[in-house]
């Protein structure tokens, strides 16, 4: 057990709606990252966020934002969903604004039919 | 921005070694990361370079030149559930992002 934690672990919906992902980084744990795993694209780096800042953004489409709680839990919401989007979606955090060893939260699959 | 190759799929025997070969072309660098990924789980830390050199870690070990671009992972007395997908991941200059390679699948058979 990594420590962080994601909800739901499975979600399936209809194209054209919208999805809120729920990640709790490791106690203690100040930034918390977003990544997209799908089967042809591999770990991409969505967005980064440390003590409730934006830090970093990577291939992020602009039907998704996220957000950094003063709790430092973190959401991520997806909208306006496509097939294209089923993936899975994992949350990481790490002690320090850079990854110095990232844990990763078991994820969420997402499938939109 | 970061490219990241590494072999899409390896094949080995129980009790052998392997080399996963990584290389990189990044605009900055602050770090090369390994990390293991069993099918439809969360990916789990193994190493963490960055100096030139080998870090030794039990079974595992990996290896660093900055100056050509290029890491491997080194294991060691193969099992069976070392069967999973071995991600490199390189930290950019500024250190916030991690960027994947596609990951290597591998495959140990008895």
């Known amino acids: 057990d990594s420590g962080v934690t994601q909800t739901p672990k499975h979600l399936i919906t209809a194209t054209g709606q919208r999805v809120t992902l729920r990640c709790s980084p490791r106690s203690g744990d100040l930034s918390v990252y977003w990544y997209q795993q799908s089967l042809d694209q591999g770990l991409q780096f969505l967005i980064q966020y440390y003590n409730g800042e934006e830090r970093a953004k990577g291939n992020i489409l602009e039907r998704f934002s996220a957000q950094q709680f003063p709790d430092l839990h973190s959401e991520l919401n997806l909208s306006s969903l496509e097939l294209g989007d089923s993936a899975l979606y994992f949350c990481a955090s790490s002690a320090e604004a850079g990854p110095n060893e990232a844990f990763f939260g078991q994820g969420t699959r997402l499938t939109v039919v | 921005g970061q490219n990241i190759d590494q072999p899409t799929e390896m094949t080995a025997t129980e009790g052998a070694i392997v080399q996963i070969n990584c290389t990189y072309q990044t605009s900055g660098f602050n770090g090369l990361f390994w990390y293991q990924q069993h099918a439809g789980e969360a990916p789990t830390f193994l190493s963490y370079?960055?100096?030139?050199g080998l870090e030794e870690k039990g079974r595992f070990s990996s290896f660093l030149s900055r100056s050509k671009g290029y890491s491997y992972l080194l294991l060691k007395e193969l099992q069976m559930k070392d069967s999973a997908s071995y991600l490199c991941?390189?930290?950019?200059?500024?250190?916030?992002?991690?960027?994947f390679g596609g990951g290597t699948r591998l495959m140990v058979k008895p």
């Open positions: 991941a390189v930290r950019d200059g500024a250190g916030n992002m991690l960027t």
């Open positions: 370079n960055v100096l030139d």
